[in-house]
């Protein structure tokens, strides 16, 4: 477990099951762990704003807070999974692959756009980002230094934002799943989700100065044994790749003096079927929670 100061925290974005870094990152502040800069994307970032915000608030014991507040609120407000409900809780459990309204989401999805699915644009997020979003704790002169990143459309490239200029669009940027929400317009820019560029970049923790610590939690698959049948199934996994792709090759060329510690997801995450990943389930949620304590508790990898 990281025990030096100042550690840079990396935290990747996988939907629901980002539940699972909150978990890690739970353990190790209740360890000891002191933050010294945060990158995030997807749900990567929805964490690191409520960690960042609660460290200035009431240090790791508000930022444990925060992060709980995240994620009770996705599970009330279904944020992350609107079409289940308590019938579809007894029948399927976290596999929802069986649910005739998922399997209808899979289909449309893959013959409709966003546009086409969605027209008004409605996204479930928004009402939760906007209530828990605390601008004022973010720009204080206690707040760490946090970066939260976005795709954009057009260049495929990396769009970071500061403490300063993090706001709900740009976290909605962030969490913009393509073959659901339309791209979130920024300053005339469209942006998707940030982990198609960087799951997430690191460059962002490696000024002013690089860190003597670098703590990776991933909240997606790194591998997985098999090849994927379905559709979805592929497309993915094909997404997994893509992402991941980009920070192996960053970890590659990360300077020698950087001490790197990762907490992968696989062991976990490899069990569940694709469709966890929209499940707000509260006992869901808490079982991944457990999952990423269990983790912090554990020697962290090295990475590959």
Known sequence: MPKSDGAALALQGGGVHGAYAWGVLDGLLEGGLRVGRVCGVSSGALVGVMLVQGLVKDGPAGARREMRRLWDRVSQANALNPMQGGLERWLWGTDLGANLLWQGMETALRMFSPAQLNPFG??????????????????????????????DVETGGSMQWGNRHITVEVLLASCCLPFIFHAVEIDGRSYWDGGYSGNPPLAPLLRPKPPRELVLIRAQSATRPGAPSTPAEILNRLNEIACHGILDAELASLPSSIAVSVYDADEVLNRLPLSSKFNADTAFLTQLFEAGRSAARAPAADPV
């Open 122 to 151: 409605h996204n479930p997020l928004r009402a939760v980002v906007a209530d828990l979003l605390d601008h004022d704790a973010l720009i204080h002169p206690s707040a760490v230094p946090l970066t939260v990143a976005a795709t």
